[in-house]
């Protein structure tokens, strides 16, 4: 069956790194887009970073510069790597696969940036 892994999350410190790995398994990884969301406490789900399967990539205004996206196929894995993190970035911060009508969502890992 399908899934979608996360891990990498963690507490870190403003203006530290983490890199968000995300596993897929169960379908045909190369073929899907990959993004990854973000949802804090009290707010809505919203898009951070997107990657089609021709590795086309954009961003989120407030993580430009500071966040990358990139995948893997041979391993059929997403990452996010983040820098110069903000404590305005803690959320939990989900995986996403996506082709035409079909999208598959990962369980999330939680990410604090806090001193």
């Known amino acids: 069956q399908v899934q979608l892994v996360e891990s990498g999350g963690g507490l870190v410190q403003p203006g530290g790194s983490l890199r968000l790995s995300c596993a897929a398994s169960?379908?045909?990884?190369?073929?899907?887009?990959m993004s990854w969301y973000r949802q804090a406490p009290g707010k809505e789900r919203e898009l951070v970073a997107h990657?089609?399967?021709?590795?086309?990539?954009n961003y989120a205004d407030s993580v430009k510069g500071r966040f990358t996206i990139a995948r893997d196929n041979a391993k059929n894995t997403v990452y996010l790597q983040m820098n110069s993190l903000k404590p305005e970035d803690t959320a939990v911060y989900y995986c996403?696969?996506?082709?035409?009508?079909?999208?598959?969502w990962g369980q999330g890992t939680q990410v604090t940036v806090s001193s």
């Open positions: 996403k696969a996506g082709l035409l009508y079909a999208h598959y």
């Open positions: 169960g379908f045909t990884f190369s073929m899907y887009a």
């Open positions: 990657i089609t399967s021709a590795d086309n990539t």
